[in-house]
């Protein structure tokens, strides 16, 4: 059975998720975002009225708000919510569990209709989680494992190991392609993780698939995000070891969006790397990762692809409100929509 990302996942970075280990990459929540104008016009689209039968009051409690992965998001969330008539307050406890339980009692007191929540220590909410949905509030997480049925509604979730394995997939096919006489082995690989929680662990199983989808990779590091607080930083300084160790590594595949653009950032300074035969792969999406993709298709940038989990995020916050994800629920009210590949080929389709 498909279990819930934790967010400490997303912040460890992001969670380091880290699944919020605690820190900034997100990674692992279905979030991809849309832009500020797209995420207002389908709000737009979607209804002229709010549709739900509540005050139009969304609570939203986040990890972080100091990470483009997070902000990119929230803005989406608001775009779109707003558009549709509701009034969105965000509430971030920058990781910190228990001033996340004092920040959702705040929401409760406010009165919202709902409250969504990305969870640093999902244990820790669920008498909070509870006294919200026992005061009338539907309760949702966001890429989050809770064992409580009765502490939450709905869980907008996803398939970790999967999205895991489709970075991997877009690296070794990379490899293949740009290197279709090397010999088995000879691609050298690193891999961005992150062990801080179970679900985080699951995508980076995920990751750690690359070696067997192409014979000529060959994987010759592995960094850890776990107990990061900020994986873009992380992600830097394990680019200059890996430039210092492995002159002649070609690819990193990394946990999430805040890491990837930490290795973009980091190896893109060096101006002795020959940027036609160096690719970077991670998951979850925004709109400089997109960028960054269109980008790299003049190697000016080296992010090749990345992992969607699923639809713009605001487009899942979206759905959840008006019970129009129903299709896509388990037996635990985890919501899980299918991984999409973002490549150089197929990236139009996501920025202009």
């Not at 104008?37 to 709010?50: H, P």
């Not at 009338?136 to 502490?151: P, V």
């Not at 679900?199 to 960094?223: C, Q």
């Not at 980008?295 to 639809?311: N, P, Q």
Request: aromatic share 8%; hydrophobic share 40%; net charge negative.
């Amino acid at each position: 059975m498909k279990r819930i990302l934790s967010f400490a996942l997303v912040l460890s970075l992001v969670f380091s998720l880290a699944s919020c280990g605690a820190a900034s990459d997100n990674s692992s929540a279905p979030v991809q975002s849309a832009t500020a104008s797209e995420a207002a016009s389908a709000g737009q689209a979607a209804t002229a009225v709010r549709p739900t039968q509540g005050n139009g009051k969304i609570g939203f409690s986040t990890i972080t708000l100091g990470s483009e992965f997070f902000s990119s998001m929230d803005a989406a969330v608001h775009n779109r919510l707003e558009a549709g008539g509701y009034e969105v307050i965000t509430i971030s406890c920058e990781a910190n569990a228990a001033q996340q339980v004092s920040d959702i009692e705040n929401l409760i007191t406010m009165n919202c209709e709902a409250i969504f929540f990305f969870a640093v220590d999902p244990n820790a909410l669920t008498d909070v989680l509870k006294k919200g949905r026992k005061a009338g509030i539907k309760m949702y997480g966001i890429a989050c494992t809770i064992d409580d049925l009765e502490a939450y509604d709905k869980i907008i979730n996803t398939d970790q190991y999967a999205s895991g394995v489709g970075a991997a997939e877009m690296a070794a096919s990379w490899v293949d392609a740009t290197f279709p006489d090397a010999a088995d082995g000879s691609i050298e690989t690193a891999l961005i993780v992150n062990t801080s929680t179970v679900d985080s662990n699951k995508r980076s199983d995920g990751e750690r698939t690359v070696a067997e989808l192409s014979p000529k990779i060959k994987v010759v590091a592995e960094y850890d995000l776990a107990g990061a607080s900020d994986s873009n930083i992380k992600a830097q300084e394990y680019a200059e070891i890996m430039q210092s160790q492995y002159p002649n590594l070609k690819c990193v595949v990394t946990y999430g969006t805040d890491a990837s653009l930490g290795i973009n950032e980091a190896f893109m300074r060096n101006a002795g790397l020959n940027r036609s035969e160096f690719a970077v792969f991670g998951v979850d999406t925004n709109e400089v990762i997109y960028k960054g993709i269109k980008s790299s298709i003049t190697d000016e940038s080296l992010i090749r692809g990345t992992v969607s989990l699923g639809d713009d995020l605001s487009i899942d916050v979206w759905e959840c409100l008006i019970d129009a994800d129903l299709e896509y629920m388990d037996e635990s009210r985890s919501i899980f929509k299918p991984v999409k590949l973002i490549t150089t080929e197929n990236i139009g389709n996501y920025v202009s």
